[in-house]
């Protein structure tokens, strides 16, 4: 899954007075009958190694704030290690995390931004966090240099005033709303500084000298590329207590096969697969726990503009109406979550109150697309397959390969595109090698998930012309326009109302096309205590600090 950064991380409350997607998150279920989470009785223990299946590698380096390497699974590890400002909880509200209290906002003109960070934040090496680290991230994030996911936001700043060793105010040169989405990983000055950032922690989040540097509950202690990743605990963790856990193995099980029969036999304690049907055997195992729900995560396939078929909207909106994506998640989705439905705005998901559908216009319809094809000069060729211009409509379908589900979800587009004459070819790949792809625009037709934001700001460099992350190439200037005002509304009535206009001019020009929400599954042993849901980008390792077993 990919992940939106701003930070997708980016990522991801909105702010408190805005609440847009407090309800962005349904109501969990829990095999253990409570609100996803596990129950904690007795008083924890201390001490103990749990095995993660983790269903990715992350891709290219550990540094999930980089462009090529902006991946959801990256970017759990990393939060672990490297904190913020705030941390997006289950409820996709934001709480703050480095900072002593909410930052102090002084809506100007000029707008400002006041963190006060915590006398007790402190590096794992034990310098405290101060100012400088904010000022550094800043300087890094906005260094042309640095291959970074986004500069959304940060680019905003004008003026930053170093009040003291724990104060720091940033000045905006407008006002910007969605504030909290940023400096959500900050960066440690005195350890790396004068290092290319670039390629800093590619095998470790570590310092000038190689040892392990962070401010998370966990630290990375070893890597082994294509196999398993280790996080320890910080012993000089500056929060509320240590984490009770030894260690946490990030055990990579790309195969969902082989991620499920893991936990079957034991060789794994938890997994977070993105879901799949085979996962409703898990559920007669005994001794594992379930927990289950809507989150913001979002399934779509990416038309490339660089190819000059997928460039001409028609072409576009033809493969729109000949995918029966009612049938796909009849099919395959409500197998697992019988809530299931089809996904019809890129900004908002469908169990916000701001969702409107504007996408349903791509209801299925064989006849309408072969339409547009000819009524735009397209005529049917070899095989079955219309030409247009002379060129047929033949196209590669990349994903992720050992994605059962994608898999499936493929096999059943290719077979309805077929019927109105457009061809899919299988590119499918390991996710760190078609990822790659994705953002060197090396593709036609990529299917993948975007996880998604409490506040819709982090979206906004994928639909942008020219955004950080609009890797599909698409520009629509008039939603682009109203985008770049939503980050100075103020009023969240006012400013869901521009994200919906933008989304239905959106909805016209089809730059990718949504498919579904995913369902998140957790499964765990019920020797593992304190395990809760994370929908966000945070994932379920928000917490992990909390985690204890029964060894």
């Known amino acids: 899954m990919r992940t939106k950064f701003h930070r997708w991380s ?31 009785e007795g008083e924890p223990q201390q001490g103990g190694t749990v095995v ?32 913020g400002a705030y941390e997006v909880q289950p409820d996709f509200t934001y709480e703050p995390n480095l900072i002593d209290g909410e930052a102090e906002v002084d809506e100007g003109p000029p707008f400002t931004v006041t963190y006060h960070i915590l006398e007790e934040a402190q590096w794992s090496d034990g310098t405290p966090v101060t100012a400088d680290d904010f000022e550094f991230t800043l300087d890094t994030i906005l260094d042309p240099k640095v291959d970074i996911a986004t500069t959304d936001g940060y680019d905003l700043i004008t003026k930053t005033e170093v009040v003291d060793d724990k104060t720091i105010t940033f000045t905006f040169k407008e006002p ?15 350890a790396i500084e004068g290092e290319d950032f670039n390629k800093v922690w590619t095998n470790c989040i570590c310092d000038k000298q190689g040892e392990p540097i962070g401010t998370g509950p966990f630290l990375i202690t070893d890597y082994k590329k ?27 099980t790309t195969d969902t096969n082989t991620e499920i029969q893991s936990l079957r036999g034991e060789e794994v304690d938890l997994i977070y697969p993105q879901p799949q049907l085979e996962l409703t055997a898990l559920e007669e195992v005994p001794g594992v726990e379930i927990i289950s729900g809507f989150g913001a995560t979002w399934e779509h396939v990416d038309f490339q503009q660089k190819n000059p078929l ?9 493969i729109s109406y000949g995918i029966d994506r009612d049938a796909i998640v009849e099919r395959l989705l409500q197998k697992i979550n019988p809530d299931s439905e089809v996904l019809q705005n890129l900004i908002y998901v469908a169990n916000q109150d701001e969702y409107e559908p504007h996408f349903q216009t791509y209801d299925f319809d064989p006849d309408k697309a072969t339409q547009l094809l000819e009524d735009n000069g397209c005529t049917e060729g070899s095989g079955g397959i219309y030409e247009c211009n002379g060129e047929p409509l033949s196209f590669g379908f990349k994903s992720t390969s050992g994605n059962a589900l994608r898999e499936l979800t493929f096999e059943v587009i290719q077979q309805q595109l077929k019927e109105v004459g457009i061809e899919v070819n299988s ?30 700001f982090s979206g906004n460099t994928i639909w942008e012309c020219g955004g950080d992350q609009n890797y599909q190439g698409s520009c629509e200037p008039e939603a682009t326009k109203l985008l770049k005002q939503t980050t100075s509304i103020l009023d969240p009535a006012e400013r ?11 909805a016209e020009d089809v730059p990718v096309l949504p498919l579904y929400q995913k369902p998140t599954y957790l499964a765990y042993f019920d020797k593992l205590h304190n395990i809760e849901d994370n929908a966000t980008n945070e994932g379920p390792f928000f917490n992990s600090e909390d985690w204890w077993i029964d060894e």
């Open 310 to 318: 997928l460039a001409e909207r028609f072409v576009r909106q033809a």
């Open 496 to 506: 869901a109302d521009v994200y919906n206009q933008a989304d239905a001019i959106m």
């Open 427 to 456: 590119e499918f790949g390991e996710a760190d090698i078609v990822f790659t792809d994705l953002a060197e625009r090396k593709y036609d037709i990529f299917m993948f998930a975007w996880v998604g934001s409490a506040d819709p």
């Open 52 to 83: 993660f299946g983790a269903e990715q590698e992350p891709a290219g380096s550990l540094n999930s704030d980089l462009a090529a390497s902006s991946l959801f699974w990256g970017a759990m590890i990393m939060s672990q290690v490297i904190e």
């Open 10 to 40: 980016v990522l991801l409350s909105l702010l408190t007075a805005f609440a847009l997607t407090v309800a962005a998150c349904a109501p969990q279920e829990s095999s253990d009958g409570g609100g996803g989470s596990s129950s904690a």
């Open 176 to 190: 910007f709303a969605p504030y909290k989405e940023i400096f959500n990983h900050i960066y440690p000055k005195h």
């Open 226 to 252: 294509g196999s398993e990743l280790t996080t320890s605990r910080n012993e000089e963790y500056w929060g509320e207590h240590k984490a009770y856990l030894d260690e946490v193995v990030w055990r990579f």
